[in-house]
């Protein structure tokens, strides 16, 4: 690059000078290299590249776009930390030492190939941003940061996380990862935001200190969580794991009062044993707010509200949906087992000879059936919906002016909301240009019909929040048995919530047996639907 020129791109110049350097030294040499794009922005593609270089100097052939268990354990066994690096024979890993530095945001080296001051003071800055820093051995943690620095995650706070949650996330580092070691666990991001790679670190440390070895810590919530968290986890809490409680708490807040009040969990609370008047406040309106037992205690329902987006699955629920006919019998057996009123789709978009047609949409005088059988029920439209390319305004305005017309032909009153889904794990990059869009036409096709019915959601948690507070819609209908989704994970429960989808089963009683959902059904939300017009 000619000095003398001036810097008329749109993103970093340090970075795109990496990009450059990094495809003139690897595409041509490294097998199967991907080129960075030479655009001066950071993004997993550049990241994707560095780390292709870095499999190259490390002798792995072919190169892959993953910074997977082989180049962890080849860093671990080349055990040189960039200031070990000799002067001459590693100038390439300094090459992509510093351009990992400059596209995490860190100053690298003043010279691509050399370590210097600059670049070991940014190094050094990054172990103390990871919560890392003082470590007697920083060597023992060495292919840790390495991946981190091969990665997207952030080390800084953004602008919408919180010191609070960054402090956790620091702390989680340096207890799991740096003194207990846990084999599966990667560095958490420190960036202030409670995300899906930090809610993983943070079950993992939860059942080390739960006594489940470190070598089974997954950061899954499967049985053996489950059965610690009914026994230890629900006896007197101290130290690490009294710690971990109240961070849950922390990350669940805020939550809201009986009125519609937030109250946010107080990071005061977090550090002390003491069983403070705000930390009693917070957990009782908490249990209140997600219709579990009020019990101001950690017990097993608490913990699974905290933890995951469906709670603890095998609670009671009065609320269920499904995608079979309710018929007399099946209405009948559902409101002997305490059932109080059911979801069903207003149509389906295949036809009977397609091999996906599921036979889902309300039969003729089906809503009549299920009326006499003494439940109540809520209309759900979904045409599709498993990815971004199913919602745009056009379809949106489309899909509202079918559910009108079809919740018109089978007599559903003015006022109900008919909850319209989103079936997939959408990120925000979605819902900005797909979800949002979707949901204005639906709501504006409504009002343009009249509205007489108003549009509700269906989605993550994430989901359901974005779309009530940008969209307007009145009801949340909460896919929380999808808990591995990223929009479940890291976010509160909607205010708005009227419906949690909490388990998938076979439902038999009554002489019937067919596939169903549990939804727990909040008292004093959307009443449904219990007389027809």
């Not at 080349?78 to 200031?83: A, E, I, L, Q, V």
């Not at 992509?96 to 945001?105: E, F, H, Q, R, V």
């Not at 608490?302 to 095998?314: E, I, K, N, R």
Request: a neutral charge; charged letters at 20%; hydrophobic letters at 35%.
């Amino acid at each position: 690059m000619d000095p003398a020129a001036p810097w008329t791109g749109l993103g970093d110049i340090r970075v795109w000078e990496a990009q450059k350097s990094i495809n003139k030294r690897y595409a041509n040499v490294a097998v199967d290299y991907v080129p960075a794009p030479e655009n001066g922005k950071t993004g997993w593609s550049t990241v994707f590249s560095l780390t292709q270089g870095l499999q190259w100097e490390l002798g792995i052939s072919p190169t892959v776009r993953s910074f997977g268990t082989g180049t962890f354990n080849a860093v671990k066994s080349r055990n040189k930390m960039p200031d070990q690096e000799p002067l001459q024979s590693g100038s390439n890993f300094f090459r992509l030492y510093n351009a990992a530095l400059w596209c995490k945001g860190y100053a690298g080296a003043r010279s691509e190939l050399i370590w210097d001051s600059q670049s070991d003071a940014s190094f050094h800055q990054l172990y103390a941003d990871a919560g890392l820093g003082g470590l007697a051995d920083p060597g023992k943690v060495w292919p840790h940061v390495c991946r981190a620095m091969f990665r997207m995650d952030q080390f800084k706070k953004i602008p919408q996380g919180s010191d609070t949650t960054r402090q956790i996330q620091q702390w989680l580092n340096r207890r799991y990862v740096a003194d207990v070691g846990i084999p599966a666990m990667i560095l958490v991001p420190c960036d202030g935001w409670y995300s899906r790679d930090v809610m993983a670190g943070f079950l993992m440390g939860l059942q080390y200190e739960l006594g489940i070895p470190a070598a089974d810590a997954t950061g899954n919530f499967g049985p053996k969580t489950q059965a610690a968290l009914k026994s230890v986890g629900s006896g007197s809490l101290t130290g690490n794991l009294r710690y971990l409680f109240r961070a849950a708490c922390y990350f669940n807040s805020p939550t809201y009062s009986a009125s519609g009040s937030a109250i946010y969990y107080s990071a005061s609370d977090i550090g002390t044993d003491a069983a403070t008047d705000s930390h009693v406040e917070w957990l009782l309106a908490f249990q209140k707010f997600s219709q579990i037992p009020a019990t101001g205690k950690n017990d097993y329902a608490t913990w699974a509200q905290l933890l995951v987006s469906m709670g603890d699955a095998d609670r009671p629920a009065t609320g269920c949906d499904c995608i079979t006919e309710i018929t007399s019998a099946r209405g009948a057996a559902l409101k002997a087992a305490g059932y109080q009123i059911v979801g069903r789709y207003l149509d389906e978009n295949v036809a009977p000879s397609d091999p996906k047609y599921l036979g889902k949409a309300l039969k003729p005088n089906e809503p009549q059936t299920i009326l006499n059988a003494g439940l109540r029920f809520f209309p759900i439209f979904q045409y599709g919906g498993r990815s971004a390319a199913g919602f745009s305004y056009d379809i949106g305005r489309s899909h509202a002016s079918i559910a009108h017309d079809k919740a018109t032909g089978f007599r559903i009153p003015s006022g109900t909301c008919i909850y319209f889904a989103v079936d997939y794990d959408a990120l925000d990059e979605d819902v900005d240009s797909n979800i949002l869009p979707y949901f204005r036409g639906v709501r504006d096709a409504l009002q343009d019909k009249g509205a007489k019915y108003r549009h509700c959601v269906y989605g993550s948690r994430n989901i359901c929040t974005r779309v009530s507070k940008e969209a307007g819609a009145k009801w949340s209908f909460v896919s929380g048995m999808s808990w591995g989704f990223s929009g479940n994970m890291g976010f509160p429960m909607p205010e708005n919530w009227a419906f949690n989808q909490i388990k998938e089963f076979t439902f038999s009683g009554g002489g019937v047996s067919f596939g169903l959902d549990n939804d727990v059904w909040r008292t004093g939300s959307d009443p449904g639907v219990s007389k027809l017009d």
